[in-house]
């Protein structure tokens, strides 16, 4: 006998084939048969007439390990069908942990929610800590380099000792013994930003060795873009592992278009008979922290060091004279003006929250500079920005390229408690029905199962994972219900705390998540371990 038979949908299986009408049976925690089930016996049966079924979405880029731990929910991200996250991108991570510099990683951290106490030490204590209260979704973990480097040296600006770097590939390998996937690295931001490509390289093969992969924020993302792309190749060449190239874009106008000549560089990989994919979320604006602005030496010694530079007068006076004259290619200020970086969360300066820098600036009598030290040094270096700074015709060549993927790159959030501060990127309630309703049904950019595919099979493939991704007897029970004439993204720049519409049932290991568009409390999910 079924538990649960969902009838009369037209499934889209996740191979990217056009859909079928037919019906899923589900019993325990797996699909059990796909077929014409009107005379089977099941526990329970859900009539999804008019309706698609697809797989559990498969968020290939999110930093919800820094959310999911206040928000066993999984609220924003659930709502949007998705039923797998790969987090601990960017080179961000809450393991592993040395008590030497817990200080600095409790200032690395890109969010610490109550109770997150950072008192796991491995990646096998963190895995085990956060599986120990469940979730809603399930969770594949990477180790960021940041975390890594900052384990075993602090936020030194300088090439490891042997020493240091024989730490860095031990915590990688334990942590890979452990059941993470593979290393990141975000190459734009303090201590990753001062690795040279050898140091990647080393730390990479420990993760090589393991049958992990390389997920990449690259070194620059406006004029170096090409030659960060390459790097990233190389690493996935001589490190010996699979490369996922992070939220494929061009920043600022002046670079606008490099986007086809990067994927042609994931191409040419790809026929040299390298593992090279990416992803992309849909949207023309980006998101991170404020003091990404600042030269990268501004971080030697940690956050704290950096606010205490800001009210250095010669340390102040050096980081202006660098930000009014930026190195092509070496900064956030070298893509985009003031005026298009909107902060969306502060802790402190809520006046400060959904305005541009100019207008902050203007308000305060300040030039946007000043305006920008004042508020980091009010904020402890904590605070957070949207970039608008990309293009849609870039977008749109990544989104139909057949190797790039889809990945949010937001966060597990929710309208209510601390959850719902700030004016956060959009991205992290509309990522998946964006790229169904608007540019799927609405543009016609790509077919619906294609859409699918990205967020299903193919990012499944980059994961190796042979149970999940797919609607086929004997995988798991991921599964999405979803209205493909009204699927659509509700959350928006100025209002980001909303969820989609159309998602109407979603299923994480057999078990209803979300049912007729309400969640059910249910906690199903797990840390998925590639072993």
Not at 159 to 170: F, G, I, V, W
Not at 406 to 422: K, M
Request: aromatic share 6%; net charge neutral.
């Amino acid at each position: 006998m079924l538990d649960l038979v969902i009838e009369g949908a037209t499934v889209i299986d996740g191979t990217g084939a056009a859909g079928a009408r037919t019906d899923v049976g589900v019993r325990d925690e797996a699909i059990a048969v796909v077929g014409d089930l009107s005379k089977e016996r099941a526990g329970s049966r859900l009539n999804a007439s008019g309706r698609v079924l697809a797989p559990g979405f498969i968020d290939m880029h999110s930093h919800s390990d820094w959310r999911l731990w206040g928000n066993r929910r999984a609220e924003s991200k659930i709502r949007q069908g998705v039923t797998t996250e790969v987090v601990g991108n960017c080179g961000f991570s809450p393991a592993p942990v040395s008590a030497e510099f817990l200080d600095e990683l409790r200032a690395f951290a890109l969010y610490q929610p109550k109770g997150m106490d950072f008192s796991w030490r491995s990646v096998g204590d963190w895995l085990a800590a956060f599986d120990r209260d469940g979730t809603a979704l399930n969770v594949v973990q990477l180790v960021g380099h940041g975390t890594l480097r900052i384990a075993a040296m602090g936020f030194a600006r300088r090439p490891p000792s042997a020493a240091e770097l024989a730490t860095m590939q031990r915590l990688m390998a334990d942590a890979m013994n452990a059941g993470a996937w593979g290393l990141s690295t975000g190459l734009i931001y303090a201590p990753g930003s001062w690795a040279t490509t050898e140091e990647i390289v080393a730390v990479a093969q420990a993760a090589g060795r393991y049958r992990g992969f390389y997920a990449s924020h690259i070194r620059g993302e406006g004029a170096t873009l090409l030659a960060a792309v390459a790097e990233a190749i190389r690493v996935g060449r001589e490190g010996g592992l699979p490369v996922q190239i992070s939220h494929v874009k061009a920043a600022g106008r002046p670079n606008w278009g490099k986007v086809a000549e990067a994927l042609a560089l994931i191409d040419a990989a790809r026929a040299e008979g390298l593992d090279v994919m990416g992803d992309v979320y849909p949207y023309t604006a980006s998101s991170t922290t404020l003091r990404t602005i600042l030269p990268d030496w501004a971080l030697e010694g940690g956050v704290a060091a950096m606010v205490a530079r800001l009210d250095d007068p010669d340390a102040r006076a050096r980081l202006r004279r660098e930000m009014e004259t930026p190195t092509p290619g070496a900064g956030v200020l070298d893509r985009v003006g003031f005026e298009n970086i909107m902060i969306s969360w502060c802790a402190k300066r809520k006046d400060a929250e959904g305005k541009r820098v100019t207008e902050i600036a203007a308000a305060r009598g300040l030039d946007p500079i000043d305006a920008v030290f004042e508020l980091l040094r009010d904020e402890g270096g904590s605070a957070y920005m949207i970039l608008f700074q990309l293009d849609e015709a870039d977008l749109r060549r990544a989104l139909v390229h057949p190797w790039i993927m889809i990945g949010s790159d937001g966060s597990s959030l929710a309208p209510y408690g601390e959850l719902g501060a700030g004016k956060p990127h959009p991205r992290s309630y509309g990522t998946f029905p964006r790229v169904l309703g608007e540019y799927a049904r609405e543009q016609r950019l790509l077919p619906l199962a294609q859409a699918i595919h990205k967020m299903t099979g193919l990012p499944a493939r980059r994961l190796g994972l042979t149970d999940r991704g797919h609607v086929r007897p004997g995988a798991r029970a991921d599964l999405v219900v979803l209205d493909p004439k009204q699927v659509a993204d509700r959350a928006t720049y100025e209002d980001p705390h909303r969820y989609p519409v159309g998602i109407e049932h979603v299923l994480v290991n057999g078990r209803f998540v979300i049912k007729h568009g309400e969640h059910t409390g249910s906690l199903p999910g797990r840390v998925l371990r590639p072993f």
